[in-house]
């Protein structure tokens, strides 16, 4: 049953008078959220997100309710003793353990605007869009030909050379990482440092906004972001760095340098001096870093 189903327990008011008995008997927000979440999840169906519990109790922050809600499915999983696998996929899909996965064809070079969702046997979902009988009556309209085809080619391309691409760009992210952190004082390197993708490195830069870092590359023609692409048009600091346990503070200088096989060592080299002299203009007009000057802590 959808959320939006007139007849659903969501727009019958049956999941507010069950999270007012929660809100209730709950000690505190945290145990609220958890309790929230094993609500929607057990009892109606709906798997919940960080978004939807902290609109639904109405109270805490996003940063708590995210942090709870990964909590909740860690315990979960080993609970039913599933195990998720990063998402790589040689291994058969089967094995993996997930309900659902999705994939976008624009994060392999394959067209932008298509991708996959894959079902695991017995799963239900609720089309977004009614009408017609196309993609299982999953999702009605035309299909994408064209860019059904594009993602199955990058897919057979992807098939023939990531393990290639993936060892060439690992190496230029840690050309990258060693030069940032030998050059810029100050810094963390965010996320396990093994354990994460071979393209991607992340830093928050003490006492200045990783905006300010943003705007100062692309007079470089540099493309880098503070955050995640689904939030790129929020200023707030990442949600999942505050979930790791970061403050506003060291969380709003995050910057998030994303590789591709089409970069190069000149281009790795050209950031990693660029880079400092960026942080170190931005952090001389910062008043956070004025204060840590005057009390002798840079």
Request: proline share 5%; hydrophobic share 35%; net charge neutral.
């Amino acid at each position: 049953m959808r959320a939006d189903d007139p007849q659903s327990p969501e727009s019958s008011g049956d999941i507010a008078a069950d999270i007012d008995r929660l809100r209730s008997e709950a000690t505190d927000t945290k145990s609220l959220y958890r309790s929230v979440a094993g609500l929607l999840f057990f009892k109606y169906g709906i798997t919940p997100t960080a978004n939807r519990l902290h609109q639904l109790v109405g109270k805490g922050s996003m940063s708590t309710a995210a942090s709870v809600l990964a909590r909740f499915w860690q315990e979960l999983r080993k609970v039913s003793q599933l195990r998720l696998e990063h998402p790589g996929l040689p291994e058969p899909l089967q094995k993996i353990g997930a309900d659902m996965l999705a994939f976008s064809a624009h994060k392999i070079y394959g067209p932008k605007g298509v991708g996959v969702l894959y079902l695991r046997k017995g799963v239900k979902v609720w089309p977004v869009i009614d009408g017609g009988s196309q993609e299982r009556g999953i999702r009605s309209g035309t299909e994408n030909v064209a860019g059904i085809v594009g993602m199955g080619k990058a897919c057979e391309l992807l098939g023939q050379r990531m393990e290639e691409d993936n060892l060439r760009i690992q190496g230029l992210r840690e050309r990258l990482k060693r030069g940032i952190m030998e050059k810029i004082p100050y810094h963390l390197y965010t996320g396990h440092p093994e354990k994460r993708l071979p393209n991607l490195a992340s830093f928050c830069f003490r006492y200045i906004e990783g905006e300010g870092i943003l705007l100062s590359l692309d007079a470089w023609d540099i493309c880098a972001s503070s955050g995640s692409a689904c939030t790129s048009g929020s200023l707030d600091p990442s949600h999942c760095l505050l979930a790791m346990g970061l403050p506003h503070a060291i969380a709003h200088g995050s910057l998030r340098l994303s590789l591709g096989r089409e970069n190069t060592e000149a281009e790795v080299d050209q950031l990693v001096e660029v880079l400092p002299p960026i942080v170190q203009r931005l952090r001389e007009m910062s008043p956070l870093y004025g204060d840590a000057s005057r009390k002798g802590e840079v």
